[in-house]
T-cell receptor, first 110, second 106 residues
Framework: DTAVSQTPKYLVTQMGNDKSIKCEQNLGHDTMYWYKQDSKKFLKIMFS???????INETVPNRFSPKSPDKAHLNLHINSLELGDSAVYFC?????????FGPGTRLTVT | QKEVEQNSGPLSVPEGAIASLNCTYS??????FFWYRQYSGKSPELIMF????GDKEDGRFTAQLNKASQYVSLLIRDSQPSDSATYLCAVNDMRFGAGTRLTVKP
């Protein structure tokens, strides 16, 4: 059973398009996250939700909008994609000292 | 701005040696500290967490926490080539440092 799953695994799209990445966890964790890992491998937190409530909203362009329909899901919608959005996006969930990452979504904007 | 700092490396050690990885943090209120390992092309995976000052050992790994000095370190004893990866430090709300790339040479 996959603990944290993301779809799609790869996403290639053109500048200006709108795309979504979906994340689901089956661990019963209360907290979920989105991270961006750029080509320099820095893992930057973007958003965090606890029980569907937004608790961390880092300085990211407002083209990025998270949505948590329930505790087990956290989706990321990106409007008007730019070249600089190319990165690997990781979803994660945590409870106490447990944290698990999804496999990542490699987004390439051309 | 809460910061987590790590030396980006790369750190290279011979097989069998002790690898020492360091992390400092700016938020004195931080209570929990985590070390992750990330192999190239893979997701980060949690290898250790520590909450209290002092040392915590798990197999070949030892995490050391000094809250007064605001640093946390990870020691890897008897380093193996399979330990070659990027090691990421995280605090509290899962903010990460830039990671230290470790290479263990046979």
């Amino acid at each position: 059973d996959t603990a944290v799953s993301q779809t799609p695994k790869y996403l290639v799209t053109q500048m200006g398009n709108d795309k979504s990445i979906k994340c689901e966890q089956n661990l019963g964790h209360d907290t979920m996250y989105w991270y961006k890992q750029d080509s320099k491998k820095f893992l930057k937190i973007m958003f965090s939700y606890n029980n569907k409530e937004l608790i961390i909203n880092e300085t990211v362009p407002n083209r990025f909008s998270p949505k948590s329909p329930d505790k087990a899901h956290l989706n990321l919608h990106i409007n008007s994609l730019e070249l600089g959005d190319s990165a690997v996006y990781f979803c994660a969930s945590s409870q106490g000292h447990e944290q698990y990452f999804g496999p990542g979504t490699r987004l390439t904007v051309t | 701005q809460k910061e987590v700092e790590q030396n980006s490396g790369p750190l290279s050690v011979p097989e069998g040696a002790i690898a020492s990885l360091n992390c400092t943090y700016s938020d004195r209120g931080s209570q929990s500290f985590f070390w992750y390992r990330q192999y190239s092309g893979k997701s980060p995976e949690l290898i250790m967490f520590i909450y209290s000052n002092g040392d915590k050992e798990d197999g070949r790994f030892t995490a050391q926490l000094n809250k007064a000095s605001q640093y946390v370190s990870l020691l890897i004893r008897d380093s193996q080539p399979s330990d070659s990866a990027t090691y990421l430090c995280a605090v509290n709300d899962m903010r990460f440092g830039a990671g230290t790339r470790l290479t263990v040479k046979p």
